[in-house]
């Protein structure tokens, strides 16, 4: 396995989070991974984004001009990195707050309300897991499970915070499993 | 141990410690705050203190002492932080202590830009302070590279009782990878350094010191120190050869975070038919002149590059010599070169 995945959206967001959850996932099978934050005059309310590595191999450049998979959050996101990803490739759009379209036919586009699947399961603040699980749903890059158990692991201060996070996950999954 | 995830600048700080290195003295600076924030809180779990002096001046001198009293003591920075550490790091060299800096480089001159550069690499090894001294300088390319030199770089410290470099970049700083500690040293089982200034009762004063006014001692000690960095050229070089093998077309010669950017390029270069292997010095000073030299006789052409307008390319001109032509591709400002872009800059040479 190779694959290159940029998670990007508004700081606050979370998705230095998601990534790490998929970094750890990605670690856990056995692979190789990097994480990668751009880590540049970045500010809350600003774009965010970070690049996750995975691979069998020793990993050489942890830096992405082509992933294979992006998770846009937000439509700055959307418009910065639709045209990098590889043909074949999977986006998922988080359609709450992207009111277009993606414009390429050679990649595989899910769409999900993230905030609002997020607001059902019990918090806004859980969009990011929604669309870290509709990536897994779509790619089956990482076992849901096996995602659910390290974030269980890494919010073991917070388990207050562990049921609403697995909750939006896996409807995420559901969502993009058929994807 | 099993492997953890973790940031370049955590698990240097971690790296630390599981050194038996108990005191930090710095100051704040992007791309390396993680280094003194993970110390501030780690170091007093485990009977260590955290300084954040009121400058690096400060901070390199507060290393000068606790060095001088026997402890292992590290500091991070950044670019114009570690320039401004620069007189610490003379008198320490003069009154040979062991210290370990920690730079994370970011783009310059002045105060630059925060992204990841290399453009330290004639301050760490031709000096960078006033006097006539060297510096051990490490660098890591990867996450667990940059753990296994830091604890190394202790070892070397204390053995030629001289500062050492671990030189990376924000890349490397910023960067999450699994990594593990192989070894953990206690501070109590560390060997005794009897020209510490301890107290003196019951034994002879130490004196620790830089200033020599006679210039006959100041010749016999700058000739000393001189012998000791021959004996670091004779026994500390280190590299990485990859995918070196007879009659390469490109031979690449990286350091740091630019090697590993060159692995990758090696690999989509195998795709297009084209042979090239990457000469990847992991000392800096003393620099693996011979072992260049022979990995660069078995190349059609040498690609140098690195994330500065050209600085180690230097010492590879002057260990191929005249008669070799050197090829050199950087990037700057903060700027990172891509795998494509050197695979393209190899492509260019070969036609």
């Known amino acids: 396995m190779y694959k290159e995945i940029i998670l990007a959206g508004f700081g606050g967001q979370g998705v230095l989070l998601i990534g790490k959850l998929l970094a750890y996932s990605g670690m856990k099978m056995g692979n190789d991974v990097t994480w990668m934050p751009a880590y540049g005059p970045e500010m ?3 774009t965010c984004n970070c690049t996750v590595v995975i691979s069998e191999k020793p990993i050489g450049s ?25 043909k074949d490739g999977v986006i998922v759009v988080n359609t709450s707050l992207i009111n277009r379209k993606v414009k390429r036919n050679d990649v595989k586009v899910v769409e999900v309300p993230a905030n609002e699947i997020a607001i059902e399961c019990g918090s806004a603040k859980a969009a990011n897991m ?24 890494s919010f073991a201060s917070k388990p207050k915070l562990i049921e609403v996070n697995h909750k939006a996950l896996t409807r995420g999954y559901e969502l993009a499993k058929g994807v | 141990m099993a492997k953890k995830l973790m940031k370049g600048c955590e698990a240097i700080g971690e790296a630390a410690i599981q050194a038996g290195c108990r005191l930090f003295f710095g100051y704040p ?35 000068y002492g606790a060095a001088g009293a026997g402890c292992r003591c590290f500091t991070s920075s950044s670019s114009p932080g570690i320039s401004l550490m620069q007189e610490g790091i003379s008198y320490i060299a003069g009154a040979e202590l062991p210290v370990v800096f920690v730079n ?9 830009g925060i992204l990841p550069s290399q453009s330290d690499y004639f301050q760490a090894t031709k000096g960078g302070g006033h006097g006539d001294y060297r510096c051990l300088v490490l660098a890591p390319s990867t996450v667990q590279e940059a753990v296994d030199l830091v604890q190394l770089a202790f070892e070397l410290a204390d053995k030629y009782r001289n500062p050492v470099y671990v030189l990376g970049d924000g890349l490397i700083g910023q960067m999450m990878e699994p990594v593990e500690f192989k070894t953990t040293v206690k501070p109590e089982d560390l060997p005794e350094k009897p020209w510490a200034t301890t107290g003196a009762k019951g034994r002879k ?14 010749e016999k000690h700058n000739w000393k120190l001189k012998k000791k960095y021959e004996e670091m050229e004779k026994n500390e070089k280190r590299w990485e050869e990859f995918n070196i093998t007879e009659n390469m077309d490109v031979l690449f010669v ?27 010095p992991i000392t800096l000073y003393p620099f693996p002149g011979e072992q260049l030299e022979k990995a660069a006789s078995k190349c059609k052409k040498i690609l140098v590059s690195e994330l500065s307008t050209g600085q180690m390319v230097e010492d590879v001109k002057y260990h191929l010599g005249k008669n070799r032509e050197v090829a050199f591709y950087g990037r700057v400002g903060g700027m ?3 795998p494509e872009e050197l695979v393209d800059e190899a492509v260019k040479l070969l036609k």
């Open chain 2, 336 to 338: 990172v070169m891509t």
């Open chain 2, 104 to 112: 994370i480089m970011r783009g310059g001159p002045g105060l630059g």
């Open chain 2, 205 to 218: 004063q130490n004196i620790i010191n830089s200033l020599y006014l006679d210039p006959e001692d100041l």
């Open chain 2, 254 to 280: 990286a350091y740091g975070t630019v090697a590993r950017i060159a692995k990758t390029a090696i690999e989509d270069l195998k795709s297009k038919g084209i042979n090239a292997g990457l000469f990847r």
């Open chain 1, 44 to 46: 809350r309310g600003g």
């Open chain 1, 62 to 86: 942890p830096m992405s001009k082509h992933p294979h998979g992006l998770i846009a959050l937000n439509l700055p996101s959307l418009d910065k990195f639709e045209d990098t990803v590889r």
């Open chain 2, 29 to 63: 600076i992007t791309p390396q705050n993680e280094i003194p924030e993970y110390m501030s809180a780690r170091l007093p779990q485990v009977g260590g203190m955290f300084v954040q002096a009121e400058s690096e001046v400060s901070a390199s001198n507060m290393l």
């Open chain 1, 130 to 153: 929604v669309a870290l699980g509709a990536f897994l749903g779509a790619t089956q890059i990482a076992d849901l499970e096996l995602v659910k158990n390290i974030l269980s692991e």
